[in-house]
Structures are given as C-alpha cells and as structure tokens.
C-alpha cells in the first residue's frame, strides 16, 4: 500500500526561526514529490521535486528529495506569522495506467510573532 | 485506519456525458470538501459540505453540483462535459465537530473527457 508519512504533525515556532519538516514515502511507481501549502481551502503548490540532490529554492522556502531514502524535507528560514499553515507533502504515482496523488496527513506549522 | 474513498479512480467520458463521482469520507468526518486539479496545476477548491449542508462554495461550474447525503458521503454530479473538464478530482475530508482544521484526501479520480 502506498505510503506518505510527514513529521512533526505539529509545530509551533516564533517569527524568525528556521523550520525543517520531514515527508517519507513508501509506493510503487514512484514519479513525484510535491509539496502544498494549506491555509484555508485549497492547497497552493509550492514544488515538485522527480530528481534526487536538486534543492528546489523559491525565497525563504527550499526543498529536496532523496530517492535513495525515500524522503524530502521542506525548510522555512526566518520564518513569518504568514508562514502558519498546514504543509501537505503528496507524492505522484502511476497504478494501472493513470495517476492518483497520495498525500501525507501534513504538518501543522503555527508561527508566533 | 480507514482514509478517504473516491470512486471510481478513472473515469473516461465523451463531450457533453454525464458524470457522477463519489466520496466516502473517513468515519465520524463530518465535512467534505472537493477540488479540481488540471494538468500541472494548483488544486482548485469547488465546494464543501458540513452536515449535509452546502458549507462554501468555489469556483464550480454551474454545470456541476453536488451534495453530501445522511451518511456523509457525498457525489459531485457533472453535466454538458467540456474537454476543460479533464482533471483530476480529488475529496478530502475533516471533522468540523472536534475541532480539525486538518483535510485528509482521498486518491483522486481522474476525469478525461473526449
């Protein structure tokens, strides 16, 4: 059974820290890793990562992937109050011809001032 | 533990069909959210249901509708099929009653309409 598991589940940091949250995966037919941010309804795409060693840079947000050990991690520096939201990490899997998005449960991220 | 059910997982129609795709929320969820996902593009919210009731409502098309039923699952109805209409769709589901902003989705259903 296809499997993504994100840590912490929760985390609660102040403005100005760094945060590094954690996304593993066990599946089959593996194609991509992509990360989400959630603030109220539909996740905002932040990267999508198919190659191991290439860290993905959008401003304060960097990530990358390990095919190797199945994971990715997501880091936040100087972190803002803008920041607090749930970070989804779903890996993109072809099963029997088409594709299915599994996602992880996410990781709460609530940033003080 | 029981995730989010979708079915079916594909789904191939012509242009101006009919479709009909379900969701079976995680037991004891109670909201039902669905979103629209097209090639290399962000989730696209389009409606959400709380108790069976109609909860928001985003960028769904008039010929689309949905609703959730008593025991919580709920379908998204499409109508007059457009070749746009080709996505994936995927439901997530929370519970608004202990207090869990969290949304647990399902696998998707990939719509391609010919």
């Known amino acids: 059974e296809d499997k993504v598991v994100q840590s912490p589940l929760s985390l609660v940091v102040h403005e100005g820290d760094t945060v590094t949250l954690n996304c593993s995966y066990e599946?089959?037919?593996?194609?991509?890793l992509l990360w989400y941010k959630q603030e109220k309804k539909a996740p905002t795409f932040l990267f999508m990562l198919?190659?191991?060693?290439i860290e993905k840079k959008s401003g304060r947000l960097s990530s990358i992937l390990d095919k190797k050990e199945l994971f990715s991690i997501l880091n936040i520096t100087a972190t803002q109050t803008g920041d607090s939201a749930i970070y989804l990490c779903?890996?993109?899997?072809?099963?029997?011809?088409?594709?299915?998005?599994?996602f992880g449960k996410g990781t709460k991220l609530t940033v003080n001032p | 533990a029981a995730g989010v059910i979708q079915s079916p997982r594909h789904l191939i129609k012509e242009k101006r069909e009919t479709a009909t795709l379900k969701c079976y929320p995680i037991?004891?969820?109670?909201?039902v959210y669905w979103y629209q996902q097209g090639p290399g593009q962000d989730p696209q919210f389009l409606i959400s249901?709380?108790?069976?009731?109609?909860?928001d409502k985003g960028s769904i098309p008039d010929r689309f509708s949905a609703q959730q039923f008593s025991d919580y699952h709920s379908e998204l109805n499409m109508s007059s099929l457009e070749l746009g209409d080709s996505a994936l769709y995927f439901c997530?589901?929370?519970?608004?009653?202990?207090?869990?902003?969290?949304?647990?989705f399902g696998p998707g259903t990939r719509l391609t309409v010919t």
């Open positions: 997530a589901s929370s519970s608004y009653r202990d207090s869990r902003d969290e949304q647990y």
């Open positions: 599946v089959t037919n593996f194609r991509s």
């Open positions: 198919t190659s191991s060693g």
């Open positions: 779903a890996v993109d899997v072809t099963q029997g011809g088409s594709e299915k998005l599994v």
């Open positions: 037991p004891r969820h109670d909201t």
């Open positions: 249901f709380y108790e069976k009731m109609q909860s």
